[in-house]
């Protein structure tokens, strides 16, 4: 009794085969606590780890004879299930209908039989090596995804297990250690919101990346596949050239949105969108460069933060300038500016005007009533009164205060020379600008003027008692009217 009670306080290590004896002799000595043991399922030996996003479908075209245990034997015919594409040549699957484990056969041993409409696959792709990535016919995988999606009722969320790009947005530059680069904003089928950063140069090597693409391609050159132009570059400059410096701004503005034309062209065109050119490129672990990806539901980051975590101490060149213009040319234009102060007191500015008249005109007197007193001490009694020059002195008064004090006017004829613009740009910050009222006649002048300042593609105004801003183009606005009632406008870039 005691080695049965001493067998049964220690720790089981193993599973006991059933029929196997305790010390006792006894077969169920075990029994209890074999029952407590929990029973796990059984799971394959080698664990298959796979990034396959698809639900592929398989039929065999020939038959494969395996010839090591890594490989599955098919006959022609079967019904396989995808389970990875390793890249080399060979796809792992697994029967449907029998119960055997996974094997690797030749791609092109299998077609298609059904695709995934959320995630498809181009037959090209499972039987291209990796080091095929990016030379694939472009016109061959269109048609034939084409018609694979022809009864999807909304777009992929990948193709060939890689999210593409449906947006990017190119709407600012700044400087790094004496070089510009370009915010890219990109936004991916599957959701992914990535910032990254180029430079002229990686653009310049995508369009000879793509040209490269398109003479390896089989598919003839037509106006399908043809290229976008890319911008050219802009000269530099010195930096600390303040001269140039807004010219300089202007023309990095125009390149800006010129790429941004540029490679929204290339997202127009299927064929460009999904090569494995143009993916890599906007990936943001392309060649090592700065750049960072998150989810879009999840990217609350204002603009100054993007720049921050995509490459830190970066200059934002148009905020500091126009920081720059707002402290040191506003004090300058209030000196040269041929607006007359405001006439806060203007009970003393008609007091002194009134005393200088009446100054000038008791000069006057004196002297037109020594001239006249020999004319009366003739002609008249002493005791008549002039009333001539009574008559004389208030006209010239009245006339004199009406003519020369702004001050008697309710309305000066002098009235506010400039125009106040308020601009909130594409990185929702606000730009204070001044413009001449003269120079703005109609909505295309104001247009004009604001384009030589910042660049946008529309334009769009805050109108007096609204709370929204609506299409400058859209709008029925008469400038002289509203110039009349308003001295400064609400505006915003888009």
């Known amino acids: 009794m005691k080695t049965t009670k001493a067998l049964i306080s220690l720790p089981i290590t193993a599973p006991v085969a059933p029929g196997t004896a305790n010390a006792a002799g006894s077969p169920f000595g075990l029994a209890g606590p074999l029952r407590s043991l929990t029973i796990l399922k059984p799971s394959p030996k080698n664990q298959i780890a796979s990034n396959l996003r698809s639900n592929i479908i398989l039929v065999s075209k020939y038959p494969f004879k395996a010839e ?31 119960v055997l484990p996974p094997g690797l056969i030749p791609a092109c041993y299998v077609e298609i039989a059904i695709n995934d409409t959320k995630n498809p696959v181009t037959m090209e792709w499972l039987q291209s090596n990796n080091a095929q990535k990016g030379h694939l016919s472009l016109l061959n995988e269109q048609t034939y995804l084409h018609l694979q999606l022809k009864q999807s009722s909304g777009p992929p969320l990948t193709i060939n297990n890689r999210a593409y790009p449906t947006s990017v947005s190119i709407s600012n530059f700044l400087l790094f250690k004496q070089r510009y680069w370009y915010r890219l904003d990109v936004v991916l089928s599957d959701g992914t919101q990535c910032y990254v950063c180029r430079y002229y140069q990686d653009f310049y090597n995508l369009h000879v990346n793509l040209l490269n693409l398109l003479n390896k391609s089989l598919a003839p050159l037509n106006d399908t596949l043809k290229l976008p132009k890319l911008p050219e ?14 010219s300089q701004i202007q023309l990095l503005l125009k390149r800006c949105n010129d790429l941004n034309v540029y490679i929204n062209r290339l997202i127009l065109n299927r064929n460009y969108q999904l090569s494995d050119v143009l993916i890599d490129w906007l990936s943001v672990s392309y060649k090592g460069l700065p750049g960072f990806k998150v989810k879009k539901e999840s990217a609350n980051m204002d603009n100054d933060a993007i720049n921050d975590k995509i490459l830190p101490d970066s200059v934002n060149v148009i905020k500091a300038y126009y920081e720059k213009v707002k402290v040191v040319e506003e004090p300058k234009e209030m000196e040269t500016s041929c607006e007359p102060p405001k006439r806060n007191k203007s009970k003393k500015n008609i007091f002194n005007h009134y005393q200088q008249v009446t100054s000038s005109a008791n000069i006057q007197r004196n002297v037109s009533t020594r001239s006249q007193a020999s004319f009366t001490s003739n002609n008249s009694s002493p005791n008549t009164p002039n009333t001539t020059f009574n008559s004389s002195f208030h006209n010239s008064i009245s006339s004199m205060s009406s003519s020369s004090s702004p001050g008697l006017s309710r309305t000066p004829t002098n009235a506010k020379i400039h125009v106040k613009c308020k601009i909130t740009n594409f990185n929702d910050e606000i730009v204070a600008i001044r413009f001449k009222r003269s120079l703005i006649r109609s909505i295309s002048d104001l247009k004009h003027l604001v384009k030589q300042k910042v660049y946008f593609t529309k334009l769009f105004i805050k109108l007096p008692n609204t709370d929204i801003f609506r299409n400058i183009d859209e709008v029925n606005l008469n400038m002289t009217e509203y110039l009349k009632h308003n001295d400064k406008f609400n505006l915003k870039l888009a």
């Open 68 to 98: 090591s245990r890594n490989e599955l034997l098919v006959a022609k015919g079967a019904i396989l299930k995808l389970l990875d594409r390793p890249g080399n040549g060979w796809l792992l699957v697994k029967y449907i209908d029998k």
């Open 233 to 246: 570059p802009i000269p530099s400059r010195n930096i600390e050239d303040e001269n140039a410096e807004e």
